[in-house]
Every structure is written in structure tokens, then in C-alpha cells.
T-cell receptor
Framework: GAGVSQSPSNKVTEKGKDVELRCDPI?????LYWYRQRLGQGLEFLIY??????PDKSGLPSDRFSAERTGESVSTLTIQRTQQEDSAVYLC???????WGAGERYNEQFFGPGTRLTVL | AQTVTQSQPEMSVQEAETVTLSCTYD???????LFWYKQPPSRQMILVIR??????QNATENRFSVNFQKAAKSFSLKISDSQLGDAAMYFC??????????????FGTGTRLTIIP
């Protein structure tokens, strides 16, 4: 695929239900990030995957949040027992790692269109 | 902890005019990257321009340029010859390499830019 894709685009759920959000990164990108964007706010880092491992989970707000990645590709963010404060847009990004361009020392993160989660 | 502040929740500019969006940040690091991202209604974040802290020269990408003042910890974005397609939320972001080796981005709260035809 050409870019990062996420599904569903929108999700409405009732308080207390579990939800799964999916991210398909750009093929070959070993790094994958999840962010949360509350209404009127910037993006908050949630978790980082290096391949299928998640060395940095420091942004997960509670133990109701978990994520996994398989085949160094698709990732799923799961929120259990959703609360109204979980309502937000959840964005996924992917990047190459260890491949810095000439004269640069960063890997651009390419973002998906996000999933808007509404908890009633 | 690093923080990024965008003090202008909303800005508007006449088409073809120039507008400057402000961003300040707080850090004790000496080596870092700064970015401006654009988020149109489609929600997809698009990288507009980047600046590495150790480079003194201000970055420029076509109609977009920055004014990077390292001592003042200021990183403003100037959009020249504004076009209708520039209308979007603009986020300033700061990047460090975390203890885990990943590139960690901290974002400001954004500035909504409106282009007046």
C-alpha cells in the first residue's frame, strides 16, 4: 500500500465495552507508533514498536490499554472497559529505522488518517 | 520533561498574504529536532518542515520557512503567499531519542489556520 492505513475510520461504543483499533503500516517500516489526540489537543505518544516488540510503552494511560504487533506489520490497539475519557482520535505512524538520509539524523514518521473513537 | 507551547489557538490570513505561527518549547537537551506538521480535515498528519537544533541556518521548504531562535527556544513557521489549501491545523513538535532508542515526538496543542479568499 502507498501509505499507513487505519480501521475503522470511526467507532462509536458504549461505556464499558472493549474496542480494537487496527493499523497497517507502510510495508518495510520496522518502527510503529500509536498516538492519542483528544479534542483540541496535540498528539500524545502511547506506545512504540520495534518490529514486534514494544520497548517503550511509557505513554499507555492505564492497564486498560494494550497493543500488539504481528509479522512486523499490522498492529492492534485494544482498549478494555472503555470510559468516556477515552474518546479521542487514535493515530498510528510508521517509519524506517536506522536509515538516516544524507546529512540527516531522523526518520520521518508517516501517519495514518486515524480512528475517531466515541464512547457514549 | 519537554513541553511545546503554541499560544495562538486560531489564526487567519488573506489569500496570497504571509502569516507567522508561533511555537516555543522547553528542554534541557542540546541536540534535538523540531518539526511543523499540518493536519487537514482528513486528520492525516503531514510533515511540513524540520529543523535540527545544531544547524544555525533556518530551514526553508518552498513557501514555508522557519525562524529558529535556539537561545530563546522559539521556532515559528512563516507561510508566504498563503493558498486556500494551506487551511489546516498546524502542530509544532519536538523530537528526542528516548532511552529505548525510539524517536519520541512531543506536540503542541496546535493552531487552526483559516485562509480568507
Amino acid at each position: 500500500g502507498a501509505g499507513v492505513s487505519q480501521s475503522p475510520s470511526n467507532k462509536v461504543t458504549e461505556k464499558g465495552k472493549d474496542v480494537e483499533l487496527r493499523c497497517d503500516p507502510i510495508s518495510g517500516h520496522t518502527a510503529l507508533y500509536w498516538y492519542r489526540q483528544r479534542l483540541g489537543q496535540g498528539l500524545e505518544f502511547l506506545i512504540y514498536f520495534q518490529g514486534n516488540s514494544a520497548p517503550d510503552k511509557s505513554g499507555l494511560p492505564s492497564d486498560r490499554f494494550s497493543a500488539e504487533r504481528t509479522g512486523e506489520s499490522v498492529s492492534t490497539l485494544t482498549i478494555q472497559r472503555t470510559q468516556q475519557e477515552d474518546s479521542a482520535v487514535y493515530l498510528c505512524a510508521s517509519s524506517l529505522e536506522g536509515v538516516w538520509g544524507a546529512g540527516e539524523r531522523y526518520n520521518e514518521q508517516f501517519f495514518g488518517p486515524g480512528t475517531r473513537l466515541t464512547v457514549l | 520533561a519537554q513541553t511545546v507551547t503554541q499560544s495562538q489557538p486560531e489564526m487567519s490570513v488573506q489569500e496570497a498574504e504571509t502569516v507567522t505561527l508561533s511555537c516555543t518549547y522547553d528542554t534541557s537537551e542540546s541536540d534535538y529536532y523540531l518539526f511543523w506538521y499540518k493536519q487537514p480535515p482528513s486528520r492525516q498528519m503531514i510533515l511540513v518542515i524540520r529543523q535540527e537544533a545544531y544547524k544555525q541556518q533556518n530551514a526553508t521548504e518552498n513557501r514555508f520557512s522557519v525562524n529558529f531562535q535556539k537561545a530563546a527556544k522559539s521556532f515559528s513557521l512563516k507561510i508566504s503567499d498563503s493558498q486556500l489549501g494551506d487551511a489546516a491545523m498546524y502542530f509544532c513538535a519536538y523530537r528526542i531519542i528516548s532511552n529505548f532508542g525510539n524517536e519520541k515526538l512531543t506536540f503542541g496543542t496546535g493552531t487552526r489556520l483559516t485562509i480568507i479568499p
